[in-house]
């Protein structure tokens, strides 16, 4: 039996091969090798058509044969592979995906929301905003933006991190500690206005409910990178609570203006869920 190997991913429509008048339903499969058995080729074809961007199938044995220039199919076995989604359990669809529990989600926001929004009005004023003894206060290091010594506070913070990068156990990985000295020190002013605007949006934006989800993956991420900079204090607290309102992105932002944004945007894999109501037929009457 001589073997030969076909085309690198040679591809061919499965709706030209035909038995008689029935076309079989069009779909792409890849041939890799040929092999010549007695006066038929066999067309060998892949068992993974993923690539290709069309649903797999399975193939235990699945050849096409040429005769006198007509194809015939003789596929055996052709199976769709199994569905691998693993449905979500009730309480999970009860907590990140029933209205009926966002309630919960939005006293979760507001907390988050408060503690982002305090903070960055502090950077941008230089004053306290926390609701207690020390509203309007100033604050220690003052303004980090539009002051005249624009990321001065970062420095600060910066130089702060950098100490805690030495000894046997440092709180701070060397590696964020060259993130820190080599690139954003060098650049303190601009990281200043990134930090200072990107938490007051966030706060924003999980106080009122606009693209909740959003707002809260970009809190852990600043959350995250605050952890890596050795500052604990309430970093772990609102962090955790953020993560919680990205899984809850459906409903979390029910009672606010996610309620009507999210329809009308949509997602990537559905579109916009905003539909027009197809007017009802009129009922003739004699």
């Not at 306290?128 to 990321?151: C, I, N």
């Not at 009122?208 to 772990?236: D, E, K, R």
């Not at 809850?248 to 009672?255: C, D, K, M």
């Amino acid at each position: 039996m001589k073997r030969f190997s076909a085309c690198d991913m040679a591809v061919i429509p499965l709706s030209l091969a035909v038995t008689g008048e029935r076309v079989l339903p069009d779909m792409l499969i890849t041939v890799r090798e040929v092999t010549t058995e007695g006066a038929d080729p066999l067309v060998l074809v892949s068992k993974d058509c993923s690539s290709l961007g069309y649903h797999p199938f399975s193939f235990n044995r699945a050849y096409i044969s040429f005769q006198g220039g007509n194809i015939m199919q003789m596929l055996k076995t052709l199976q769709p592979r199994a569905s691998t989604q693993i449905a979500e359990p009730p309480v999970a669809r009860f907590l990140f995906a029933d209205t009926r529990i966002a309630w919960l989600w939005i006293i979760v926001r507001l907390y988050v929301g408060y503690e982002w929004l305090t903070a960055g009005l502090e950077k941008l004023t230089g004053r306290s905003f926390t609701l207690d003894a020390s509203f309007g206060q100033a604050v220690k290091g003052g303004a980090w933006v539009f002051s005249g010594h624009d990321g001065a506070g970062l420095k600060g913070f910066i130089a702060g991190a950098l100490a805690q990068a030495g000894g046997p156990h440092p709180a701070v990985q060397g590696w964020y500690a060259a993130f820190l000295q080599h690139f954003v020190l060098p650049n303190a002013a601009i990281f200043s206005y990134i930090v200072t605007f990107g938490e007051v949006c966030i706060g924003l934006g999980l106080i009122f409910g606009v693209l909740t989800g959003i707002a809260a993956f970009f809190g852990v991420f600043m959350n995250l990178n605050f952890l890596l900079a050795g500052a604990v204090s309430i970093n772990p607290i609102i962090g955790t609570l953020a993560l919680f309102l990205v899984l809850s992105w459906r409903i979390a932002g029910y009672y606010g203006v996610d309620r009507y944004l999210l329809p009308l945007l949509g997602t990537p894999w559905t579109g916009s869920l905003a539909k027009k109501q197809a007017p009802l037929p009129k009922v003739a009457t004699s």
